[in-house]
């Protein structure tokens, strides 16, 4: 890993911008196909991250990047395995929807901040050069150069040089604001309040709990591992930001009196001698997308170019999925020869390929979003609701 200052190489193939999930699954993959890649993030440590539950779906994925869930070295990244969801969402009964029948009978649930630690070192075990500590401030497109892009990132930082730049930046889509271009479906103002718990309680819970409310709903995962005794747990509520009860959750007090209103989540941490800690951390949980996926030389992944609401619970598995596609194709399109070299654009065979799975992508997470929302027929008078209805 090297800091700002330390970088001595300027030149890539490939800089990829934001060291999340994303990045680092389009790092790891265009290094294995012997691209010179630069990862570049802002933070050299974070404290906390939210989204730490991953469907079966995704148990392929997180093996190809990080390899033997079961291995000691895994314990590193916190990740164990779930049994299934428990949602109280349809009426006041709660429905298992378990892992057991699914392909790898069992998802996973990971401390993010290790997993996401455990992923950039993999890109640096596969040949990537890491930069943290550098945060993206803006980039020149270079014309009739051998290079497309030049990079800056702060003062005193060396300008790095690439044929290919990748807006990997979460929801903050730096690169791609960057470059101009806007953010759709700016309507949802979703937005999740997040309060962590410990009891010195054993807690062997192993399901994602869910549940809806008058005002919004709320999620809680047990976290992996036992600290000074204590076991932890989050618990999330999601609410519109605009909407009165989003001020409640934003305080200690007021997130214990909405607990104290839910129908199971509250009496499970009680039952548990759960006690909260820390403050209340708040993250924008909306949808949206960018209007352009990719332009000439770049390309948006994973949040960056579409971020989901946490209901889904597949930001995780389309950050890893969608690295993945995107190293492939930006490696064919940079091999791809003379005629293609200075079309990196849409009109790329690879690249254009890319642009319709997202949109596909995009398309199918709508609908199921809004299945899901419109399958809970509670609340009818609630603005929370009559939003989503
Ligand atoms: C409340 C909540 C709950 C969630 N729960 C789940 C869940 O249970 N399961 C699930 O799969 N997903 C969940 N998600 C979604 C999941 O967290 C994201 O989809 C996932 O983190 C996206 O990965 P990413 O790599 O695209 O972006 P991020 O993880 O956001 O990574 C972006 C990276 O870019 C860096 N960066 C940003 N700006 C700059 C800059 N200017 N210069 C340099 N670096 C920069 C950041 O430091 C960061 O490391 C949840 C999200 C929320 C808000």
């Not at 979003?369 to 399958?375: A, E, L, S, V």
């Amino acid at each position: 890993m090297s800091s700002p200052e330390e970088a001595t190489d300027t030149v890539w193939d490939v800089i990829v911008v934001g060291g999340g999930p994303a990045g680092s699954a389009t790092a790891i993959t265009l290094a294995k196909f012997g691209q010179r890649v630069l990862l570049v993030d802002e933070q050299g440590g974070v404290k906390f991250k939210l989204g730490e539950s991953l469907p079966p779906l995704c148990v392929g994925l997180v093996t190809h990047f990080l390899g033997d869930i079961d291995a000691p070295e895994a314990g590193l990244c916190g990740v164990f395995r779930t049994a299934g969801n428990v949602s109280v969402w349809a009426s006041d009964q709660p429905q298992i929807s378990d892992f057991f029948f699914t392909q790898t009978g069992f998802g996973l649930c990971v401390d993010r901040v290790a997993f996401d630690d455990a992923l950039r070192q993999k890109a640096v075990a596969a040949g990537v050069t890491l930069l943290t500590g550098a945060r993206f401030e803006s980039c020149t497109r270079l014309v009739n150069h051998t290079f497309n892009w030049q990079l800056q990132c702060g003062h005193g930082v060396p300008v790095h040089q690439a044929r290919y730049l990748v807006d990997c930046t979460g929801r903050r889509s730096a690169v791609a604001k960057a470059l101009g271009i806007t953010a759709l479906d700016t309507d949802d103002k979703l937005f999740a309040y997040a309060q962590w718990f410990a009891t010195p309680t054993q807690d062997d819970d192993c399901y994602t709990r869910i549940e809806a409310g008058p005002h919004g709903w709320w999620y809680t995962n047990r976290l992996p591992g036992v600290q000074g005794g204590m076991t932890k747990r989050l618990v999330v509520f999601h609410t519109d930001k605009d909407l009165p009860h989003a001020k409640l959750a934003a305080t200690v007090e007021g997130f214990q009196q909405l607990l104290g209103d839910s129908a199971h989540i509250g009496s499970l941490l009680a039952d548990h001698g759960y006690r909260p800690f820390g403050t209340i951390r708040g993250a924008a949980a909306n949808s949206q997308r960018l209007a352009s996926f990719c332009g000439d030389a770049w390309m948006a992944v994973g949040d960056a170019a579409q971020a989901y609401d946490p209901l889904s619970s597949q930001g995780i598995d389309k950050a890893l999925r969608s690295g993945s596609h995107a190293g492939h194709l930006i490696h064919y399109a940079l091999s791809d020869g003379p005629t293609n070299s200075g079309a990196l654009g849409h009109d790329n065979h690879y690249i254009g390929q890319y642009v319709l799975q997202q949109q596909q992508l995009w398309d199918k997470y709508a609908s199921q979003r809004d299945f899901y929302y419109q399958t809970q027929p509670r609340w009818t008078d609630q603005p929370f609701w009559q939003r989503r209805s």
